[in-house]
């Protein structure tokens, strides 16, 4: 992935704060915002969440003449800053962004403080990002199939890195160590970044994780990629085939972002704040950056991602259930 994609100036990234250049609001539209956005990311800083928070954050803060500050609550796979958010004021000065795991698996994993259906006004869903099943180099493997067979061969002797239990690196493991019927034991971090640093130093072995944190890593030689994910390969690594092409049929788990505020929102707030974000994702550099990942800018209305969040609310809820998925992997 190219560097660009990181470019965010480190004053923004010490303080989490984007500034705007005093755009002025639509007529009728004026008290809105009347003060700073608080942008609430429920994992710790350098997640895909959090890199694309700040990246929308810094158009956001142009687009409303407000500053849009992100502030990072970290801890139970998201339940920590989803709960801050759900119990913010309504009143469109606090918005939330996290994952298909915070907003659809955690649900059924956790007793939870708030209800994800009830407790939080839909905005807009941002990207679809595919995954990568990747290994530390000194695993002595190079394929899926090599994996399975070591896995069963040494038993409980891998261990895989997860940013918690009900993240996108923990169902994807989970889902795939319950359809290959391997073991291999969940070492949890607190998100997703900590994991990866966790498995760049060897102390696990095996992550899946989203390729727009993880594909540098395998560019740079840090990381061995195993397979994609996803239903299709990754335009961004076309030589990598999926996990279904590579030994396990049936296999696909994509991540995907989206942006809620709590709920009781006015209407109007949540529709101009779905067009605000609907045109930065439109924005051929916001596009590019998720290009380069292999990522697919989503968008859409507020209805349509209420529609698109029960219909993967139900489908994770039954694939956990049959699973068996639990807290403790």
């Keep these: 992935m190219q560097q660009r994609w990181f470019k965010v100036l480190p004053a923004l990234l010490a303080v989490g704060v984007s500034v705007g250049a005093g755009a002025q609001t639509k007529a009728g539209e004026s008290a809105y915002p009347s003060k700073p956005i608080r942008f609430v990311v429920p994992f710790p800083a350098g997640g895909t969440p959090d890199i694309q928070a700040r990246m929308l954050s810094e158009k956001l803060a142009q687009r409303l003449g407000q500053p849009v500050v992100i502030d990072n609550r970290g801890g139970a796979g998201g339940v920590l800053g989803m709960e801050i958010a759900a119990r913010a004021p309504a009143d469109g000065h606090t918005i939330v962004t996290a994952t298909v795991g ?144 590579a030994g396990v049929p049936g296999y696909e788990n994509s991540s995907w972002t989206a942006i809620g505020a709590p709920a009781g929102t006015p209407q109007a707030i949540v529709q101009r704040l779905n067009r605000e974000f609907a045109a930065i994702l439109a924005l051929p550099d916001i596009r590019d950056k998720h290009a380069a990942a292999g990522a697919v800018i989503t968008g859409g209305t507020p209805q349509e991602f209420h529609d698109y969040l029960r219909v993967e609310y139900a489908k994770f809820g039954k694939l956990i259930k049959e699973a068996g998925i639990k807290i403790d992997g």
Excluded: C
């Excluded at 890195?161 to 994807?172: D, P």
């Excluded at 290959?180 to 095996?206: C, E, F, H, S």
């Excluded at 395998?218 to 061995?224: A, I, N, Y």
């Design 102 to 245: 915070a907003w659809t698996v955690t649900p059924h994993i956790y007793k939870l403080p708030y209800d994800v259906l009830k407790d939080f006004a839909p905005v807009i869903q941002v990207a679809t990002t595919p995954g990568m099943l990747v290994v530390h180099p000194s695993v002595p493997v190079r394929t899926v199939k090599e994996l399975i067979a070591l896995a069963r061969e040494k038993p409980g002797v891998l261990n895989y890195a997860s940013g918690g239990a009900g993240g996108f690196s923990h169902i994807s493991a989970e889902l795939f160590i319950y359809m290959t019927r391997v073991k291999i034991a969940d070492v949890p971090y607190k998100g997703a970044a900590p994991a990866m640093i966790g498995l760049l130093g060897g102390q696990t072995q095996v992550m899946f994780n989203t390729a727009l944190t993880t594909l540098p890593h395998v560019k740079s030689g840090k990381l061995r990629a195993l397979a994609a994910t996803s239903a299709k390969r990754m335009d961004a690594l076309p030589e990598l085939p999926t996990v279904a092409e």
